[in-house]
C-alpha cells in the first residue's frame, strides 16, 4: 500500500488528526502569547488558566462548526452567475457561523469558570459580539477557502471517475461498460467489471479499484442501477459489491451477514438487501 491508498483508507482519521493537531498547536501559542503580553505590562489580571480557556473553547466552537460550513459548500456553492444572491446567503450564513460560535464559546467558558466556582463575564453583549464578528467574518472565509482548496487538491491527487456511456445519448439510467478516470492531467480507462466493491459518500461514490479509490458524482441507487446487470448488487444502504469478487458469506447472530471478498475487505450484508441479494446469485 503506498502513500497516497494509506491516505485514501485513512482519510477521515488524518484529517481529524491533522485539524485537531492545528487548533491545539495555535491556541497554545495564543495562549502563552497572551500571558506573555500581561507579564510584560506587570502583572498579570487573570489566573494562569484562563488564556488557554478563553482560545480553547473558541476552537471547540469553530471545530464544531466545521460540518455546517462543508455542508453549505454542497448544498449553496457560490455561484458567480447568481453573485448578488450568492453573496447574501454567505453573508447571512456567516452572521449564523458568529452567533453560534460566540454562543457555544461563551457556555464553555461559563461551565468552566463555575467548576472553579468563579464568574466569566463576556461584557456588553451587542460590542462583544460586534468585536467577535470580524474576526469570526475572517475565519469563516478562510474556512471555506480551505475546504475547497484541500477538495480540489484531493480530487486531483486520487483522481475521479465518469462514465463512458454506450450509445451516442447520455442519460442517468443508459449502461455504460467504462470509466473515464482523470488524476493530475491525465486520463485513463477504467473497465466496470474491475470495480471490487461501491461505497456511498455523501454526492459521490467510492469506486474501490485494485486498492486504489475513484470517486465518481452520482448516487448509490444511481449508479447501480446502470451497472447491476454486469454483475453488481446493492448489499447495504452504504456499499454493493462485484458478485465476482466474493469469497465467503457468513450469517449473523443479528440476522445481518458478513460478506468476505477476495481482497479480504468484509462487509455488511443488511436483512433489507437479503432477498435482492440471494436472487442475483441464482
Same mark, same amino acid.
Given at each position: 500500500m503506498n502513500k497516497l491508498q494509506h491516505f485514501q483508507k485513512y482519510k477521515f482519521r488524518y484529517e481529524v488528526v491533522v485539524i485537531f493537531g492545528y487548533f491545539l498547536i495555535s491556541t497554545f501559542i495564543s495562549a502563552t502569547s497572551v500571558i506573555m503580553e500581561a507579564n510584560r505590562s506587570g502583572e498579570p489580571s487573570f489566573q494562569l488558566w484562563e488564556p488557554f480557556v478563553w482560545q480553547w473553547s473558541s476552537a471547540i466552537s469553530i471545530i464544531s462548526l466545521l460540518p455546517a460550513c462543508v455542508f453549505l459548500l454542497k448544498k449553496q456553492p457560490f455561484n458567480w452567475s447568481k453573485i448578488k444572491y450568492s453573496l447574501a446567503v454567505y453573508f447571512i450564513f456567516s452572521i449564523?457561523?458568529?452567533? +453560534?460560535?460566540?454562543?457555544?464559546?461563551? +457556555?464553555?467558558? *461559563?461551565?468552566?469558570?463555575?467548576?472553579?466556582?468563579?464568574?466569566?463575564?463576556?461584557?456588553?453583549?451587542?460590542?462583544?459580539?460586534?468585536?467577535?464578528?470580524? @474576526?469570526d467574518f475572517l475565519s469563516f472565509i478562510s474556512i471555506l477557502v480551505f475546504i475547497k482548496g484541500y477538495g480540489f487538491i484531493v480530487s486531483h491527487l486520487q483522481g475521479e471517475a465518469s462514465p463512458i456511456a454506450v450509445g451516442e445519448e447520455e442519460n442517468i439510467t443508459q449502461r455504460f461498460d467504462r470509466l473515464l478516470v482523470k488524476k493530475l492531467g491525465k486520463e485513463f480507462i477504467v473497465k466496470v467489471e474491475a470495480i471490487?466493491?461501491? *461505497?456511498?459518500?455523501?454526492?459521490?461514490?467510492?469506486?474501490?479499484? @485494485?486498492?486504489?479509490?475513484?470517486?465518481?458524482?452520482?448516487?448509490?441507487?444511481?449508479?447501480?442501477?446502470?451497472? *447491476?446487470?454486469?454483475?453488481?448488487?446493492?448489499?447495504?444502504?452504504?456499499?454493493?459489491?462485484?458478485?465476482?469478487?466474493?469469497?465467503?458469506?457468513?450469517?449473523?447472530?443479528?440476522?445481518?451477514?458478513?460478506? @468476505?471478498?477476495?481482497?479480504g475487505k468484509t462487509l455488511n450484508l443488511s436483512r433489507r438487501y437479503k432477498d435482492a441479494f440471494k436472487s442475483q446469485l441464482l
Amino acid at each position: 500500500m503506498n502513500k497516497l491508498q494509506h491516505f485514501q483508507k485513512y482519510k477521515f482519521r488524518y484529517e481529524v488528526v491533522v485539524i485537531f493537531g492545528y487548533f491545539l498547536i495555535s491556541t497554545f501559542i495564543s495562549a502563552t502569547s497572551v500571558i506573555m503580553e500581561a507579564n510584560r505590562s506587570g502583572e498579570p489580571s487573570f489566573q494562569l488558566w484562563e488564556p488557554f480557556v478563553w482560545q480553547w473553547s473558541s476552537a471547540i466552537s469553530i471545530i464544531s462548526l466545521l460540518p455546517a460550513c462543508v455542508f453549505l459548500l454542497k448544498k449553496q456553492p457560490f455561484n458567480w452567475s447568481k453573485i448578488k444572491y450568492s453573496l447574501a446567503v454567505y453573508f447571512i450564513f456567516s452572521i449564523l457561523f458568529s452567533i +453560534a460560535h460566540v454562543s457555544m464559546m461563551v +457556555a464553555i467558558r *461559563e461551565l468552566i469558570y463555575w467548576t472553579q466556582s468563579t464568574h466569566y463575564d463576556f461584557g456588553n453583549i451587542l460590542i462583544e459580539f460586534l468585536y467577535e464578528y470580524r @474576526k469570526d467574518f475572517l475565519s469563516f472565509i478562510s474556512i471555506l477557502v480551505f475546504i475547497k482548496g484541500y477538495g480540489f487538491i484531493v480530487s486531483h491527487l486520487q483522481g475521479e471517475a465518469s462514465p463512458i456511456a454506450v450509445g451516442e445519448e447520455e442519460n442517468i439510467t443508459q449502461r455504460f461498460d467504462r470509466l473515464l478516470v482523470k488524476k493530475l492531467g491525465k486520463e485513463f480507462i477504467v473497465k466496470v467489471e474491475a470495480i471490487e466493491w461501491l *461505497e456511498s459518500s455523501g454526492n459521490y461514490v467510492n469506486l474501490h479499484i @485494485k486498492g486504489r479509490i475513484y470517486p465518481t458524482r452520482a448516487t448509490l441507487t444511481q449508479l447501480i442501477s446502470q451497472i *447491476e446487470e454486469q454483475g453488481f448488487c446493492r448489499i447495504h444502504r452504504s456499499h454493493a459489491v462485484n458478485l465476482n469478487n466474493i469469497d465467503s458469506i457468513t450469517p449473523l447472530s443479528s440476522g445481518d451477514s458478513e460478506v @468476505k471478498l477476495n481482497t479480504g475487505k468484509t462487509l455488511n450484508l443488511s436483512r433489507r438487501y437479503k432477498d435482492a441479494f440471494k436472487s442475483q446469485l441464482l
